[in-house]
Every structure is written in structure tokens, then in C-alpha cells.
């Protein structure tokens, strides 16, 4: 499947019919008639809604008049700050798109390091062909583009675009079954052809497989350990409930002691259950507006939980310590806990450490 990222030319000259406009136009045909649409601007505009555009570009080939480069320190001196002021707004959103400058051999000289630096390769317009540029141009885009597209998706969009029959679930069979009746033909157009045909079994041999882990779903599962800084990574397709419910079943026996925000999500109560685990419950705050959390320090102290099992009365035969401790990070209302400090809190006396992030996904992300 063909992605819609053109390349966007920003050059004052690119509708004047002087020799800069004529070369700049010409890069921008040989561009398209190599498959890529090139938008052409004149002016850079609002610095930061134009850099949005990095989102959707391929590429920017951005220029600056050597004249104003050759003019007084005045006139140079702000053409910089344009360059300079646009380059850090893409770089700001996008540390990977190519950015190219044009111009003749003298321009570079101009450029001071800090631009030149965020800058992917520098096009000699009068001395190399339009369609040599254009090809140089291209081929620093796709490599680009190409890095975006993680395993599983990029294999997704092949098998959908093969052709393939789905002889299997689900039995829409790659939505021709919406076909065959009014209302089935508007769901078809309403979500389209490709999201239908990527509607596909776990089964697709092309795909690899959820439950061993092989194939794009393990090169994801490993692509996703890294962005994440994890050791180990693997995709759940029934939510965090069902997460939560695996790493009790992984690390809880029937008898052991845990230790549970009481504030928890209901999945950790269906696995207390399942389990068969004897609960000890760390008490949150509640304030005045009915936001519960955080839970004070002190809960978290070895021997207070030490005290809440002496005082429980299931847990007076236990064998051992607490086997997990699980807290909700960050609760519904935003209540966040500092990890290092429990860590540093509890020592061993807790085997495993179990923090339900739901509504937390991006705090590996965050400086926090």
C-alpha cells in the first residue's frame, strides 16, 4: 500500500518565472514523475502550525536567498533566524525527517554549524540534474518512511494488499459477506476496504502467532520491549484485566500472602479469588471532593504490614511474606506514586512488586 507523505518545497521563488523558480519547479517534476506528490509554499508562515506539517511530510526542501545571505548583516542575519526558527520546530516534533537545503556552492559557507547539523544533505541545484536530485531527494524519504512503519503493521499492510482469501474467522470473510445486502454495502463503504480485509484471524500464518510468539507479532513484541525500556514484552488482546489476572496467576499460589491497594480495579479482586490468595489492604486517603488516594507512607512501612497480618485472622498459619504487592499507578483521578521510594520502602520484604497501569501507559515516557 502506497502512503500519502508528499515532499514540501519551501522557496519564495517557486511560482516566480525567474532561473530559481524555474529549478526549483523542475526538482519538483522530476520529484513527481518518480510517484511522489511535492506541495510547494512560498513563505514559511506561522513557524509552528507550517512545522505541524512534518507529521504528513516525506520531506522538506527548505531554501534561503543568497542574496539576502551576500546583503547586510541585517538581511542575513534574519533570513538565519527563519531557517533556524523552522528547523527547530520540525526537529522539536521530528528528530528523522529529512530536511534539505538548496542553493549554490557559496551558500553553505553562510550556514552556521547549528543549522547545518539538523540538516540531511545540501542540494547544489546548478550543478547536479533535477532528476539526480530528485532520486538523492527520494531516496533519504523512503529510507525515512520506511523506518516509521513497526513489524506487525508493515506486515498487515502486505497481507492486505495481497489479495488473499480469509477462509477463516471472522466469518465476514474479509467483509465480502457485508456485500450481499443494502445495509452490509454501507457498512462496507462506511469503514472501507482495508479495514475489512485487515480484519483477519489469529491464525494467518503471515502475521506469527499471539500465543508462541513468532513471526511479526514477536519482532513487535520486541520492537515494543525497547520503545517501553523493558526486558520482556508481550500483547494481551483483553486489556489490562486480563494482564492483571496473568501476573497473579504467574506469581500467586493458593494461600499466599498479598498485599493490595484498596483502591483496586476489580480484576485484581476477581484474581484474589481466582487465586485464593489471603488479602492484606493498604488504606488510601479520601478527601472532601471524593478523590481516594494516595495512599499515606506509613501503609507502606514493613512492619505495619507486618501488623496487618498478625491482626488477620486467615492469615495466621501463612507460611512466608507477602508474595506480591499491587498498587494502582495512577488511579482514575491521576494519583501518582513514586516507584524508587516504595521500592526503597519495602526491600525484600515483598517478592514481587505489581504496578497496575491502565490509566498509565506513557510514564515510561515521562520524567517522572
Excluded at 557559496?106 to 552556521?112: E, S
Aim: glycine share 8%.
Amino acid at each position: 500500500m502506497r502512503f500519502r507523505f508528499p515532499v514540501v518545497i519551501i522557496d519564495e521563488d517557486f511560482r516566480s518565472e525567474n532561473a530559481s523558480g524555474l529549478g526549483i519547479r523542475a526538482l519538483a517534476d522530476a520529484i513527481e514523475k518518480e510517484g511522489i506528490e511535492v506541495l510547494g509554499v512560498t513563505n514559511y508562515g506561522d513557524l509552528t502550525s507550517f512545522a505541524q506539517q512534518q507529521a504528513r511530510a516525506s520531506a522538506f526542501v527548505l531554501s534561503i536567498d543568497d542574496e539576502e545571505l551576500a546583503g547586510s548583516a541585517e538581511d542575513a542575519q534574519a533570513a538565519l533566524q527563519k531557517l533556524r526558527g523552522f528547523v527547530e520546530e520540525v526537529r522539536f516534533r521530528n528528530a528523522e525527517i529529512p530536511i534539505f537545503l538548496p542553493g549554490e556552492t557559496r551558500t553553505a559557507r553562510h550556514i552556521p554549524n547549528d543549522i547545518l547539523r539538523e540538516l540531511n544533505g545540501f542540494i547544489h541545484m546548478l550543478e547536479d540534474t533535477p532528476e539526480f536530485l530528485a532520486r538523492y531527494i527520494l531516496r533519504e524519504a523512503r529510507t525515512y518512511l520506511d523506518s516509521l512503519v513497526p513489524p506487525f503493521f508493515r506486515a498487515l499492510t502486505h497481507y492486505a494488499a495481497d489479495g488473499s482469501y480469509s477462509w477463516h474467522c471472522p466469518g465476514h470473510s474479509g467483509g465480502v459477506a457485508f456485500l450481499k445486502s443494502p445495509i452490509g454495502q454501507m457498512f462496507h463503504q462506511f469503514f472501507g476496504e482495508n479495514l475489512l480485509r485487515a480484519d483477519v484471524c489469529n491464525a494467518v500464518d503471515e502475521l506469527g502467532q499471539l500465543l508462541d510468539h513468532t513471526g511479526p507479532v514477536a519482532a513487535s513484541e520486541r520492537n515494543a520491549a525497547r520503545i517501553f525500556n523493558c526486558d520482556h514484552l508481550f500483547f494481551v488482546t483483553n486489556g489490562t484485566s486480563s494482564s492483571n489476572k496473568m501476573v497473579w496467576h504467574a506469581n500467586v499460589a493458593s494461600g499466599d500472602i498479598v498485599v493490595v491497594d484498596r483502591n483496586c480495579h476489580k480484576s485484581i479482586l476477581h484474581a484474589i479469588i481466582m487465586c485464593g490468595a489471603i488479602p492484606i489492604f493498604l488504606t488510601p486517603t479520601r478527601n472532601h471532593y471524593g478523590i481516594i488516594g494516595p495512599i499515606p507512607m506509613d501503609e507502606f512501612r514493613p512492619e505495619n504490614i507486618a501488623r496487618k497480618i498478625a491482626a488477620h485472622p486467615f492469615a495466621k498459619h501463612a507460611k512466608g511474606g507477602p508474595r506480591i504487592l499491587t498498587i494502582t499507578q495512577s488511579t482514575y483521578d491521576g494519583i501518582l506514586y513514586n516507584v524508587d521510594m516504595i521500592k526503597e520502602l519495602l526491600g525484600d520484604t515483598v517478592d514481587t512488586l505489581h504496578f497496575d497501569e491502565a490509566w498509565l501507559p506513557h510514564a515510561t515516557f515521562h520524567d517522572f
